[in-house]
């Protein structure tokens, strides 16, 4: 048995089955490369689904995490520590908002704004107690919590874990027409992703997003934009919202904004919304830990110097043109995507998702399905053109294209 099979055999053996991973055990990274137990270097597209947006072991972050690791990690939010304040402070000003509610996983922000929405709701929309609905979208991917399922289509999210959490309205995603029906006087919020990622890179239809802020500022709901996966820097802009010029009263933020380093997740907001907490009505114990605001901290100022917005657009513009010609050739049903984050449908005559990634690794390329037919572009956003293409030449052999 290899070092690689021994792994897998006593993870399968001591691990609950709750993911399928690939036939891979990785050792170490760095950048946009992998190394796994036998010292075999692999090229990463999934990039934890935009959690390494700055790359694998980058240095500022890493040093950032080092020079905290040396004064203190947690005081729970029983005391006040000496990053808290200014990560707010930094993050809200990055968002264009007053407040923030720092958390850890990006289910937990996502719970932190469906309870945020409705207490907003009641105390200052005045909606009926009981009352409050939040409407969402189909094929929508916002964590894994028993609420969050509640509202999920997907049914092996949701499947034989009710009952479920009451108060949500679905309707189609980039649905106009479908959402003004949805919204009446008891909706406290609409909740979308600006793209859909584990639908396989949705992209709304041009206008939407602006209609869905229109729409909301007009019914006195809340817009709130999980931007876990899509945000900071992921498609060519801070946040995905940019692309319509869209601000939504509320962000939802993960992933990236802890660098791959610490679980970190913030909602943020205005002090109208977020300001209807008070002490006990909500919380976590590491939640803007002194950790997780080191490295926060330092992800907001990558973020500030433009280079990683810049270079997924550029790199996601390079992306969508290599991608476009293996459309309609038979290997390619669809392709969509922006800036650096593309979703492919395969034809089934090249086999489903999952076929497809497993060729990809027996060449050195590690990307992961969803939904069957689709695979996930998403490299961390250091990958060079050079490396980027070297792993589209890869797809290309694996395709037959």
């Not at 694998?56 to 000496?82: G, I, K, M, P, Y």
């Not at 909301?216 to 709130?224: G, S």
């Not at 593309?342 to 086999?351: F, K, M, Q, T, Y």
Request: charged letters at 20%; aromatic letters at 6%; glycine letters at 10%.
């Amino acid at each position: 048995m290899t070092s690689t099979e021994a792994f897998i055999a006593a993870a399968e053996a001591h691990s609950a089955h709750n993911y399928q991973p690939l036939p891979v055990v990785v050792a170490t990274a760095e950048g946009a490369w992998m190394t796994d137990v036998t010292g075999r270097r692999y090229l990463d597209l999934l990039a934890g689904y935009s959690a390494l947006n700055f790359g694998h072991r980058n240095r500022r972050l890493l040093d950032a995490a080092r020079a905290q690791l040396e004064r203190v990690t947690l005081t729970s939010r029983a005391f006040h520590h000496d990053r808290f304040a200014d990560f707010c402070t930094q993050l809200a000003d990055l968002c264009g908002m007053e407040l923030v509610l720092p958390m850890n996983t990006g289910t937990e922000a996502v719970e932190t704004a469906v309870k945020t929405a409705r207490k907003w709701g009641y105390k200052v929309k005045g909606v009926p107690d009981g009352r409050a609905r939040i409407v969402v979208a189909e094929n929508n991917f916002h964590g894994r919590s028993t609420t969050v399922v509640s509202f999920s289509t997907d049914p092996e999210a949701r499947a034989d874990f009710g009952p479920y959490t009451p108060g949500f309205t679905v309707v189609p995603y980039g649905d106009l027409a479908a959402l003004d029906a949805a919204v009446d006087a008891d909706t406290v919020a609409v909740l979308l992703e600006p793209i859909q990622g584990e639908a396989g890179v949705v992209v709304p239809p041009p206008g939407y997003l602006a209609g869905v802020r229109e729409l909301t500022q007009a019914r006195n709901a809340l817009f709130v934009a999980d931007e876990i996966q899509s945000g900071l820097g992921r498609t060519g802009t801070t946040f995905a919202c940019e692309h319509e010029g869209v601000v939504p009263d509320v962000y939802v933020l993960g992933k990236a904004l802890g660098g791959g380093v610490v679980p970190v997740s913030a909602v943020v907001s205005s002090r109208e919304v977020l300001g209807v907490f008070r002490p006990g009505e909500h919380g976590s114990t590491f939640g803007g830990n002194p950790l997780a605001c080191a490295v926060g901290l330092e992800v907001i100022a990558l973020l500030r110097t433009g280079e990683y917005q810049r270079r997924a657009a550029e790199l996601g513009d390079h992306l969508h043109r290599a991608l476009a010609p293996l459309v309609g050739g038979g290997a390619v049903d669809a392709v969509r995507g922006r800036g650096l984050w593309a979703g492919i449908d395969v034809n089934p005559s090249r086999g489903d998702g999952r076929a497809v990634a497993e060729r990809l690794l027996a060449r050195g390329v590690l990307v992961k399905e969803t939904h069957d037919a689709t695979i996930r572009i998403a490299p961390p956003l250091v990958i060079s053109e050079e490396d980027l293409d070297w792993g589209l030449a890869r797809l290309r052999e694996v395709l037959g294209v």
